[in-house]
């Protein structure tokens, strides 16, 4: 806990016997690159123990939503939203997860870490698939890039 967030601390969740980063396997130090597209500048702000520590639960800025926690206002951080649906749905271990190739971490990766944390067991997920993604121009096909084309189009 820090500033009225919460982080999974990965080394004491390693150390409890978990695996850390399984779908994009640890290789010592999470690259500047690896925390850009995890968390970006929202990973910087000297709450976390280590580099690879990620939120549970985030303090409210201005003019974020919040709600009532014993750590003060605040919201789910990106991957608890994730996990607590499927969970909700499918229990404490479903067969199949899948997105694109660009989840595998940090997202997937630490859906693991926090769900297998909660339930006290190794495999959250037997298995996982992931996607490539179509390219426009160079950049990843998405609506929110205003790049999108329908199969129609396509063809």
């Known amino acids: 806990e820090s500033q009225g ?15 850390y980063r399984k779908l994009n396997p640890f290789k010592g130090e999470t690259s500047a ?4 597209e995890s968390e970006g500048a929202l990973g910087s702000t000297g709450e976390k123990r280590n580099a690879n520590d ?13 709600w009532e926690s014993p750590w003060g206002e605040g919201r ?15 229990g404490q271990n479903m067969d199949v997860h899948a997105g694109g190739n660009d989840l595998k971490f940090p997202h997937h ?7 297998e944390a909660y339930y006290g067991h190794q495999q959250w997920v037997n298995y996982f698939f992931h996607a490539g993604w179509l390219k426009i121009k160079g950049l990843k096909m998405s609506k929110s890039l205003k790049n ?8």
Not at 5 to 19: I, P, R
Not at 109 to 115: F, I, P, R, V, W
Request: aromatic share 10%; hydrophobic share 40%.
């Open 76 to 90: 789910p951080g990106w991957h608890i939203e994730c996990s607590v649906v499927a969970s909700d749905i499918l």
């Open 54 to 66: 990620f939120a549970l639960w985030k303090a409210s800025k201005a003019g974020e939503p919040r």
């Open 148 to 155: 999108f084309i329908t199969i129609r189009q396509a063809l």
């Open 5 to 19: 967030s919460v982080y999974l601390d990965t080394e004491a969740f390693q150390k409890s016997g978990h695996h």
């Open 109 to 115: 990766d630490n859906e693991l870490a926090q769900s």
């Open 33 to 36: 690159n690896e925390m850009a």
